[in-house]
């Protein structure tokens, strides 16, 4: 059925032809192979988000006012998949899927007219700050203070596992403003500027050997009053939106990207004969029903969103297949290749410069990240199935 277009559109077109169009854009903006610098990789990615905004493409979900496309349901599902495709680069940081949706639903005016639209552009680049050395899991139990003093907070502490931090001008972060007794009830959610005295960002390296993640010292750091988001000591409530549109942001993006993925694999199967092998192609047929099921999985969650503004407990549900998916897919891929699956982007014999093995580096933390798989269980468990709370766990 014919529906209203999007940003700035006054025609009616059909999906295919929505289709279509982006098809065409993504085609005549494709901003080409990535350079291999990372600082220069910054700058290219932050020049191809400026122009999906000054276009009007980007923020598939977000509100019209915030410069985003609101799209209808089936119109996201369309350009989450073109996107994945095109092999284009997504957004820059963590804010958009994360941050974003919290400042939506609890920001001020001003807030959201201050930090939306140069988030959705590229502008300016968003890491979460909620990990801390003894607060993972257990993230009511953090550590990181932020006392009051006039108007401003003083913050001392130390995150860490701060995806994106070593690129980020903004961290939103979790902070301690009540007592250490009070748990979550004594947690407030503050926007602090990476680049302000005191605010010491250390990469970290991982197993690929590159540095997605860093670490994040906080020393005497000054963090105006009108840069917390809700109430004071009111944080845990925001920082659980937060976290449940994580899980859901990553469900119709990685289901996208991982049907991309999997026809890749098939083709690479096809290419060095194994095809006729029963064993291969039953782990394909049995990726191709996960990949699937995470589809229609990320489509029920999008639904969620819609009808009440939050994803949900399934949210947990779409973190725990993709999760377990993409680590089986990769181990899979390196298997299926044999040796030469294990060799280096350095080698001149790698298969695809080595990807899959990436892959396979890269996707050992899949289980930890975002709340780890037991995290997930529980939330599974307790609150779309209903069974008891883990008595090992502290009070809520």
């Known amino acids: 059925m014919p529906v209203q277009q999007g940003l700035g559109e006054t025609a009616v077109e059909t999906d295919e032809e929505f289709r279509a169009r982006l098809r065409a854009f993504f085609a005549d903006h494709h901003p080409g192979r990535p350079p291999r ?52 680069p997504g957004p820059l940081g963590t804010g ?7 400042i939506i639903t609890y920001g001020s005016d001003e807030q959201q ?22 607060a993972g899991s257990d993230l009511p139990s953090l550590r990181t203070t932020a006392k009051r003093s006039g108007d401003e907070y003083v913050v001392n502490g130390q995150k860490v596992w701060t995806s994106h931090g070593q690129s980020a001008d903004i961290l939103f972060a979790l902070v301690r403003t009540g007592t250490q007794e009070s748990r979550q009830k004594g947690i407030s959610y503050l926007v602090i500027d990476a680049h302000a005295p005191g605010v010491d960002i250390r990469p970290l390296q991982d197993l690929t ?6 670490e994040v010292f906080l020393d005497d750091v000054r963090v105006p009053v009108a840069d917390r988001i809700g109430e004071e000591n009111g944080g845990w409530k925001l920082a659980r939106t937060s976290l449940g549109h994580e899980r859901a942001a990553g469900s119709m993006n990685q289901a996208a990207l991982y049907r991309r993925v999997l026809t890749e694999l098939e083709e690479l199967a096809r290419e060095r004969g194994l095809l006729a092998d029963a064993l291969v192609r039953d782990r394909l047929a049995d990726f191709e029903i996960r990949v699937r099921i995470m589809r229609y999985n990320a489509q029920r969650i999008i639904a969620d969103i819609l009808l009440r503004g939050e994803p949900g407990a399934a949210s947990s549900v779409s973190r725990l297949l993709i999760a377990e998916f993409e680590q089986d897919l990769h181990e899979f891929a390196v298997d299926m290749l044999g040796p030469q699956g294990l060799l280096g982007k350095g080698s001149p014999l790698a298969v695809q410069r080595s990807r899959w093995l990436q892959g396979f580096l890269r996707t050992r933390a899949s289980t930890i990240g975002t709340g780890t798989r037991e995290i997930q269980l529980n939330t599974v468990a307790e609150q779309v199935l209903g069974l008891p709370y883990d008595p090992s766990m502290p009070p809520r």
């Not at 019209?64 to 349901?73: D, K, N, S, T, V």
């Not at 968003?126 to 003894?134: C, D, I, L, V």
């Open 37 to 88: 610098d990372p600082a220069e990789r910054l700058v290219w990615t932050k020049a191809w988000l400026a122009t999906l905004f000054d276009h009007g493409y980007a923020g598939p979900a977000w509100p019209r006012a915030h410069g985003g496309m609101e799209l209808p349901f089936a119109r996201q599902v369309i350009y989450h998949e073109e996107f994945a495709a095109a092999r284009v």
């Open 113 to 134: 007219r201050r930090w939306l639209a140069p988030m959705l552009r590229g502008d300016v680049v968003w890491a979460q700050g909620y990990s801390e050395p003894g």
């Open 96 to 102: 958009l899927n994360i941050a974003a949706p919290t």
């Open 209 to 214: 050997g590159g540095h997605l993640f860093a």
